[in-house]
């Protein structure tokens, strides 16, 4: 693979939408090909992962970063390749995955303007980016690639935090809340992992609707979610 040639393919990717200026220091750093060489040499011995390159940086080819409101973040990418499409808890379907179904299920619960759908991908283009702080993951391990995407959260909730303000960002499970020292200038939110609804009921804290209601108070257009 040619590291620099994949570089500038996914520096190209980030112009439409703005993050380039917050992006671009990290895919020049020694980190990025820290990551795309350990991934390379995972798939050259036998080693599968998930997403595809190509969906990588999809949050932010999904949302603008001069209209980010909203940033959900859980821990990592499904690692199943059918269903791994970049975007936090998204997927092809709501009935493939527990996390995505009990997220819906929570909207379905509270809110009254609803879009429906199997997947999230009406949300990027309001402004909530779906983040995943392992970008990737082995296919059918768990927490396999926390620690390689580790320097690139960081740097990505620096810049965020430097760049904006009053972003509500949403911390999934207890795993992500060690995040919230990286987002002193945002309103940070904490509540369980969706997937404890596989053992009793999530317990979301009418969470939609305070996002809505928070982006109202910030003179912010609210979510149809």
């Known amino acids: ?101 009990y997220l819906k299920q929570g909207m379905y619960e509270t809110c009254t303007e609803l879009i429906d759908g199997d997947d999230l991908d009406h949300l990027p283009h309001q402004g909530v980016l779906l983040y995943n702080a392992s970008l990737t993951a082995e296919v059918g391990k768990l927490d396999s690639h926390s620690s390689l995407w580790n320097k690139f959260t960081i740097n990505l909730l620096d810049n965020i935090n430097d760049n904006t303000e009053d972003v509500i960002v949403v911390l999934f499970g207890k795993k992500t809340h060690k995040w919230h020292s990286h987002l002193t200038n945002q309103k940070v939110i904490q509540v369980d992992d969706p997937l404890t609804g596989l053992y009793t009921k999530w317990e979301h804290d009418d969470l939609f609707n305070k996002i809505n209601r928070m982006l109202i108070n910030l003179n912010k257009t609210p979510i149809i979610w």
């Not at 671009?24 to 980190?31: A, I, K, Q, T, Y």
């Not at 080819?61 to 409101?69: E, G, I, R």
């Open 1 to 101: 693979m040619d590291f620099n040639e994949k570089r500038n393919y996914l520096k190209d990717s980030l112009y439409e939408t703005g993050w380039e200026e917050i992006l671009h220091p990290w895919l020049d750093s020694s980190n990025y090909l820290t990551v795309i060489k350990k991934l390379v040499n995972e798939v050259e011995n036998g080693v599968r992962f998930a997403p595809a390159i190509k969906n990588w940086l999809k949050p932010f080819t999904s949302c603008s970063f001069d209209n980010l409101k909203v940033v959900f973040i859980k821990n990592e990418s499904y690692n199943d390749v059918e269903d791994a499409n970049g975007l936090a808890f998204s997927c092809n379907s709501s009935t493939k995955q527990p996390a995505l179904k």
